[in-house]
Protein backbone atom coordinates (compact mmCIF):
# COMPACT_ATOMS: atom_id res chain seq x y z
CA UNK A 1 0.00 0.00 0.00
CA UNK A 2 1.90 2.84 -0.98
CA UNK A 3 1.14 5.67 1.61
CA UNK A 4 2.14 8.47 -0.17
CA UNK A 5 1.07 9.54 -3.60
CA UNK A 6 2.72 11.46 -6.22
CA UNK A 7 1.62 13.33 -9.55
CA UNK A 8 1.78 13.62 -12.00
CA UNK A 9 3.89 10.86 -12.94
CA UNK A 10 6.12 13.41 -15.53
CA UNK A 11 6.00 17.17 -16.44
CA UNK A 12 7.37 18.88 -19.28
CA UNK A 13 7.97 22.82 -18.86
CA UNK A 14 9.21 25.30 -20.58
CA UNK A 15 12.41 27.56 -19.47
CA UNK A 16 11.19 30.14 -17.54
CA UNK A 17 7.86 28.56 -16.39
CA UNK A 18 6.69 27.16 -13.15
CA UNK A 19 7.31 23.60 -12.24
CA UNK A 20 4.14 22.06 -9.88
CA UNK A 21 4.56 18.81 -8.37
CA UNK A 22 1.76 17.40 -6.04
CA UNK A 23 1.75 14.93 -2.81
CA UNK A 24 -1.01 13.17 -0.65
CA UNK A 25 -0.43 11.03 2.32
CA UNK A 26 -2.54 9.29 4.36
CA UNK A 27 -0.85 8.67 7.55
CA UNK A 28 -1.98 11.58 9.93
CA UNK A 29 1.35 10.27 12.48
CA UNK A 30 3.84 11.59 9.68
CA UNK A 31 5.42 14.85 10.39
CA UNK A 32 8.35 15.48 8.19
CA UNK A 33 8.19 16.37 4.75
CA UNK A 34 10.88 16.11 2.38
CA UNK A 35 11.94 16.40 -1.40
CA UNK A 36 14.50 14.93 -2.91
CA UNK A 37 16.03 15.21 -6.56
CA UNK A 38 17.73 12.78 -8.43
CA UNK A 39 19.74 12.83 -11.30
CA UNK A 40 20.65 10.22 -13.72
CA UNK A 41 23.13 7.90 -12.27
CA UNK A 42 22.95 9.13 -9.13
CA UNK A 43 21.21 8.76 -5.77
CA UNK A 44 18.68 11.34 -4.34
CA UNK A 45 19.79 14.10 -2.74
CA UNK A 46 17.56 16.36 -0.19
CA UNK A 47 16.56 19.25 -2.10
CA UNK A 48 14.09 21.22 0.77
CA UNK A 49 11.89 19.67 3.70
CA UNK A 50 9.06 21.37 5.66
CA UNK A 51 6.97 19.90 9.46
CA UNK A 52 3.80 20.37 9.46
CA UNK A 53 3.74 23.35 11.90
CA UNK A 54 4.47 25.60 8.94
CA UNK A 55 2.28 26.08 5.69
CA UNK A 56 5.32 26.87 3.42
CA UNK A 57 8.84 27.18 3.16
CA UNK A 58 10.69 28.80 0.30
CA UNK A 59 14.26 27.95 -0.46
CA UNK A 60 15.39 30.38 -3.27
CA UNK A 61 13.53 29.24 -6.67
CA UNK A 62 12.24 26.04 -4.54
CA UNK A 63 9.29 26.04 -2.25
CA UNK A 64 6.91 23.19 -0.36
CA UNK A 65 3.16 24.39 0.30
CA UNK A 66 2.10 21.95 2.82
CA UNK A 67 -1.98 21.77 3.58
CA UNK A 68 -2.41 19.79 6.74
CA UNK A 69 -6.33 19.88 6.72
CA UNK A 70 -5.95 18.09 2.88
CA UNK A 71 -2.71 16.04 3.38
CA UNK A 72 -1.33 17.77 0.69
CA UNK A 73 2.01 18.87 0.33
CA UNK A 74 3.61 20.32 -3.24
CA UNK A 75 6.61 21.67 -4.44
CA UNK A 76 6.98 24.39 -6.36
CA UNK A 77 9.43 25.31 -8.76
CA UNK A 78 10.24 29.03 -9.84
CA UNK A 79 11.61 29.57 -13.16
CA UNK A 80 12.62 26.37 -13.65
CA UNK A 81 15.68 25.59 -15.82
CA UNK A 82 17.55 23.02 -17.71
CA UNK A 83 19.15 22.29 -15.36
CA UNK A 84 16.44 21.33 -13.09
CA UNK A 85 15.31 18.42 -15.24
CA UNK A 86 15.42 15.47 -13.06
CA UNK A 87 13.50 13.04 -11.05
CA UNK A 88 11.87 14.30 -7.90
CA UNK A 89 10.56 12.34 -5.27
CA UNK A 90 8.43 13.85 -2.58
CA UNK A 91 9.03 11.71 1.11
CA UNK A 92 7.04 11.63 4.38
CA UNK A 93 8.54 10.10 7.82
CA UNK A 94 7.35 9.32 11.59
CA UNK A 95 8.27 7.75 14.15
CA UNK A 96 9.57 8.20 18.07
CA UNK A 97 12.70 8.57 18.63
CA UNK A 98 13.22 5.84 20.12
CA UNK A 99 12.20 3.43 17.58
CA UNK A 100 13.58 4.83 14.63
CA UNK A 101 11.73 6.63 11.57
CA UNK A 102 11.60 5.57 8.59
CA UNK A 103 10.91 7.75 5.08
CA UNK A 104 8.00 6.77 2.83
CA UNK A 105 8.47 8.07 -0.59
CA UNK A 106 6.11 8.91 -3.59
CA UNK A 107 6.24 7.02 -6.98
CA UNK A 108 9.11 9.97 -8.30
CA UNK A 109 8.39 12.41 -11.23
CA UNK A 110 10.36 12.78 -13.90
CA UNK A 111 10.51 16.54 -15.04
CA UNK A 112 11.92 18.07 -18.05
CA UNK A 113 12.51 21.67 -18.78
CA UNK A 114 12.86 22.46 -22.50
CA UNK A 115 15.31 25.20 -23.46
CA UNK B 1 34.26 13.69 1.35
CA UNK B 2 31.45 12.97 3.16
CA UNK B 3 30.11 10.28 0.97
CA UNK B 4 28.14 6.31 1.18
CA UNK B 5 29.93 4.09 -1.10
CA UNK B 6 28.42 1.06 -2.22
CA UNK B 7 29.67 -1.71 -4.56
CA UNK B 8 29.72 -2.56 -7.06
CA UNK B 9 27.64 -0.09 -9.25
CA UNK B 10 26.88 -2.62 -12.02
CA UNK B 11 26.36 -6.30 -11.34
CA UNK B 12 24.70 -8.75 -13.00
CA UNK B 13 24.48 -12.34 -12.01
CA UNK B 14 22.59 -15.66 -12.23
CA UNK B 15 19.73 -16.97 -9.90
CA UNK B 16 20.38 -18.70 -6.94
CA UNK B 17 23.80 -17.34 -6.50
CA UNK B 18 24.30 -15.20 -3.63
CA UNK B 19 25.52 -11.82 -3.64
CA UNK B 20 26.36 -9.06 -1.21
CA UNK B 21 26.09 -5.43 -1.86
CA UNK B 22 28.15 -3.06 0.28
CA UNK B 23 27.59 0.01 1.94
CA UNK B 24 30.03 2.14 3.93
CA UNK B 25 29.77 5.80 5.67
CA UNK B 26 32.05 7.89 6.91
CA UNK B 27 29.59 10.69 8.03
CA UNK B 28 29.51 8.42 11.78
CA UNK B 29 25.73 7.99 10.79
CA UNK B 30 23.65 6.13 13.53
CA UNK B 31 20.96 5.46 11.21
CA UNK B 32 21.46 2.89 7.47
CA UNK B 33 19.29 2.05 5.53
CA UNK B 34 18.42 0.65 2.01
CA UNK B 35 16.01 1.36 -0.84
CA UNK B 36 14.84 -0.43 -3.95
CA UNK B 37 14.27 1.97 -6.73
CA UNK B 38 11.69 0.50 -9.64
CA UNK B 39 9.85 2.71 -12.18
CA UNK B 40 6.17 4.01 -11.51
CA UNK B 41 6.88 2.24 -7.76
CA UNK B 42 9.75 5.21 -6.59
CA UNK B 43 12.01 3.93 -3.71
CA UNK B 44 10.82 1.57 -1.36
CA UNK B 45 12.58 0.78 1.97
CA UNK B 46 14.11 -3.15 2.53
CA UNK B 47 15.66 -2.36 5.52
CA UNK B 48 17.27 -0.34 8.01
CA UNK B 49 19.45 0.13 11.28
CA UNK B 50 18.99 2.46 13.90
CA UNK B 51 22.84 1.50 15.37
CA UNK B 52 25.33 -1.37 15.27
CA UNK B 53 23.69 -4.95 15.77
CA UNK B 54 19.82 -3.06 15.86
CA UNK B 55 18.45 -3.78 12.36
CA UNK B 56 14.54 -4.16 11.06
CA UNK B 57 12.52 -4.61 8.25
CA UNK B 58 11.41 -2.08 5.57
CA UNK B 59 8.21 -2.85 3.58
CA UNK B 60 9.63 -4.72 1.04
CA UNK B 61 12.38 -7.16 3.15
CA UNK B 62 11.57 -10.95 1.67
CA UNK B 63 14.64 -12.17 -0.18
CA UNK B 64 17.32 -9.89 1.26
CA UNK B 65 19.57 -9.91 4.69
CA UNK B 66 21.26 -7.57 6.21
CA UNK B 67 23.69 -6.89 9.48
CA UNK B 68 25.39 -3.94 11.14
CA UNK B 69 28.39 -5.35 13.02
CA UNK B 70 30.11 -1.97 12.48
CA UNK B 71 28.63 1.43 12.36
CA UNK B 72 29.85 2.24 9.41
CA UNK B 73 29.30 -0.57 7.06
CA UNK B 74 25.36 -2.25 6.47
CA UNK B 75 25.79 -5.05 3.40
CA UNK B 76 23.08 -6.17 2.10
CA UNK B 77 22.63 -9.68 1.30
CA UNK B 78 20.88 -11.93 -1.14
CA UNK B 79 21.02 -15.28 -0.38
CA UNK B 80 19.18 -17.05 -3.30
CA UNK B 81 18.49 -14.28 -5.93
CA UNK B 82 16.03 -14.27 -8.51
CA UNK B 83 14.43 -12.23 -11.36
CA UNK B 84 12.12 -10.04 -9.67
CA UNK B 85 15.22 -8.61 -7.58
CA UNK B 86 16.26 -7.17 -10.59
CA UNK B 87 16.38 -3.37 -9.45
CA UNK B 88 18.44 -0.39 -8.62
CA UNK B 89 19.36 -0.23 -5.12
CA UNK B 90 20.73 2.69 -2.78
CA UNK B 91 22.18 2.83 0.56
CA UNK B 92 21.24 5.66 2.80
CA UNK B 93 22.68 7.14 6.26
CA UNK B 94 21.53 10.21 8.29
CA UNK B 95 22.87 11.08 11.30
CA UNK B 96 20.00 11.19 13.43
CA UNK B 97 18.04 7.96 14.64
CA UNK B 98 14.89 9.75 13.00
CA UNK B 99 15.36 9.80 9.19
CA UNK B 100 16.02 13.44 8.15
CA UNK B 101 18.37 14.30 5.74
CA UNK B 102 19.18 10.74 4.26
CA UNK B 103 22.87 10.60 2.42
CA UNK B 104 22.49 8.09 -0.10
CA UNK B 105 25.07 6.35 -2.23
CA UNK B 106 25.73 6.36 -5.92
CA UNK B 107 23.15 3.11 -6.55
CA UNK B 108 23.65 -0.51 -7.73
CA UNK B 109 21.88 -1.99 -10.62
CA UNK B 110 21.75 -5.32 -10.42
CA UNK B 111 20.37 -7.63 -13.25
CA UNK B 112 19.64 -11.24 -12.10
CA UNK B 113 18.79 -13.72 -14.77
Known amino acids: QQQVKQSPQSLIVQKGGISIINCAYENTAFDYFPWYQQFPGKGPALLIAIRPDVSEKKEGRFTISFNKSAKQFSLHIMDSQPGDSATYFC??????????????FGEGTQLTVNP | EAQVTQNPRYLITVTGKKLTVTCSQNMNHEYMSWYRQDPGLGLRQIYY???????DKGDVPEGYKVSRKEKRNFPLILESPSPNQTSLYFCASSLSRQAYGYTFGSGTRLTVV
Open chain 2, 49 to 55: SMNVEVT
Open chain 1, 91 to 104: AASSGPETSGSRLT
